[in-house]
């Protein structure tokens, strides 16, 4: 179905007669759309393809029809759509997408991986182009901002289609066909969140954190669990680490088939670490949540208690509710083959606080390749835990997390402070000084600890400018303040009957 004429070296060839044409095409749709012939349909066409040498013939020819009968116009509209996202002309990359949908060249698994990817460098491109056209008028107040990152439609989708777009690549054993491409969305994804940075951080400075407006992490507990538990419902409490706000939204997306689920932003409380922010998920801690120094280091404290350690948070619990407590780590609640191992591991218990390190774990103890491909796949074992939760007979199900992260390909060149501020800093993190500020550092914002909801003996938080960091390392990280890691979800699901046991 060549548009044009053929190549002069190939007009001579024999062809079938133009009455034949529907025949031809339809035999061949059914060769390639058939299991048991498609292999021989593509070695005789790879075997045309390589007597004639067809994409010598055929070399910068942009129109090659609707019908990919060889593998070389695969290759080349490849090449197209690539010339196309460089140009920022989407609707014609979205065309040669839908053209090649039913390639039989994708059916091959490295093609495949191929063109996921370029699927999603044009996600991540249209969606910057959305998010830029609206941002300026939204980037105004930190409440504001915080809105506009957390609706349906909002500037977390960008960090969503670039998680996605990073797992492609990562999947990816063969993308030399689109490096120019793939560093352009990325690129253009720091572009945008770098500009959304610098508006959040000034706002954060002018009207303080967390926003009235949004529920505060603090108060997770005491408004979601404490209720359901008072009235004797069986509640599964998950504690995900790193839970992205983006990838609550995907973890929603996939609950709601089990009953009524609902998602809503949570501002994160300051420094976004683990051992802060798992401290305020516990009941009391809004108001009474404290940074107190103990020897040379920074401790969160709800009273007197100090809460180093996760075993720490959860003996605070069993103190609470006794007998009516149980936790246990996803990995090994998972691994339980049988209802009854599940049910004898659980003791009946009314609070069940699954915990779930992985995101985490992951994104600062592996390969940052490995980190991007495998991280969403953690979101389908949170489900699975979920449902067999369910099924057991906990039908409220409350899914909250410590903090967000950033993940970026690389740190990028001066990315990394090189004059940190003087101070007294019992807790120094990659994205964070908390203690007390002697003299100001290059390329720094300092924020007064009670303005920005730090309680205790510190002063001052400082944070690097934009995305910056105090370390070098990975691109994975989180402790500082940007929208990544300060705008959490918070998921709570009513299981429907049919669901439970």
């Known amino acids: ?3 044009g004429e053929l190549p002069t070296a190939l007009v001579n060839l024999p062809c079938a007669d133009e009455a034949y044409r529907d025949r031809i095409y339809a035999l061949a749709e059914r060769l390639r759309g058939t299991v048991g012939t498609r292999e021989t349909y593509i070695d005789l066409a790879n075997h045309v393809e390589r007597e004639l040498g067809l994409p010598a013939h055929f070399a910068g020819v942009a129109r090659l029809g609707q019908r990919d009968t060889f593998a070389f116009e695969e290759r080349q509209y490849l090449a197209a759509l690539a010339q196309a996202l460089e140009a ?9 997408i839908a053209g090649r949908a039913k390639s039989v060249w994708r059916s091959e698994p490295e093609r495949t991986q191929v063109w996921r990817v370029a699927e999603r460098c044009v996600a991540l491109l249209d969606v910057a182009n959305r998010v830029e056209q609206v941002w300026e008028q939204e980037a105004g107040h930190v409440d504001k901002i915080v809105a506009a990152y957390a609706r349906e439609d909002g500037w977390s ?8 777009m990073e797992q492609s690549i990562a999947e990816c054993t063969e993308c030399e066909e689109l490096e120019a491409v793939t560093a352009r969305c990325r690129a253009r994804y720091r572009e945008m969140i770098d500009a959304i ?10 009207t303080g954190w967390p926003p009235e407006t949004v529920l505060r992490q603090a108060q997770v507990f005491d408004r979601f669990v404490a209720p359901a538990l008072a009235a004797r419902e069986k509640v599964a409490y998950f504690l995900s680490d790193a839970l992205r706000f983006e990838m609550g939204r995907d973890l929603a997306g996939v609950l709601s088939t089990l009953g ?10 300051l420094p ?16 009474a949540l404290t940074m107190r120094q103990v020897g040379g280091d920074l401790i969160p404290h709800l009273g007197e208690r100090c809460l180093k350690t996760s075993a720490d948070r959860m003996k605070f619990l069993a103190e609470k509710y006794g007998d009516r407590f149980v936790d246990v780590e996803i990995s090994q609640f998972l691994s339980l083959t049988s209802t009854a191992k599940r049910q004898a591991r659980l003791k009946n218990a009314d609070l069940v606080v699954v915990r779930d390190s992985r995101i ?7 390969t940052l390749r490995e980190a991007r491909k495998y991280m969403t796949d953690l979101l389908g074992d949170l489900k699975a835990a979920v449902t067999q939760l369910v099924r057991l007979g906990y039908c409220y199900i409350v899914i909250a997390t410590d903090h967000g992260h950033v993940l970026l390909p690389e740190v990028l060149p001066g990315d990394v402070v090189t004059e940190s501020p003087t101070g007294e800093w019992p807790l120094k993190k990659r994205r964070s000084l908390l203690g007390r500020q002697i003299k100001e550092g290059i390329g720094t914002r300092v924020f007064n600890a009670a303005h920005v909801g730090i309680q205790g003996d510190a002063t001052e938080l400082v944070v690097p400018n934009g995305f910056g960091l105090y370390s070098a390392g990975s691109g994975y990280f989180h402790g500082g303040l940007s929208l990544q890691e300060c705008v959490l979800p918070l998921i709570t699901l009513h299981a429907a009957w049919e669901n439970q046991v």
Do not use: N
């Open 260 to 269: 009524e689920m609902d998602l809503q932003p949570v501002a994160s409380t």
């Open 360 to 366: 985490d774990r992951m994104g600062e103890t592996i």
């Open 197 to 206: 940075q610098q508006r959040f951080l000034a706002a954060v400075f002018k």
């Open 1 to 3: 179905d060549l548009p």
């Open 157 to 164: 989708d960008l960090d969503r289609r670039q998680r996605l």
């Open 272 to 287: 976004t670490i683990t051992l802060v922010g798992m401290a305020a998920l516990l009941p009391g801690a809004d108001g």
């Open 88 to 96: 920022d002309q989407l609707d014609a990359a979205r065309e040669i």
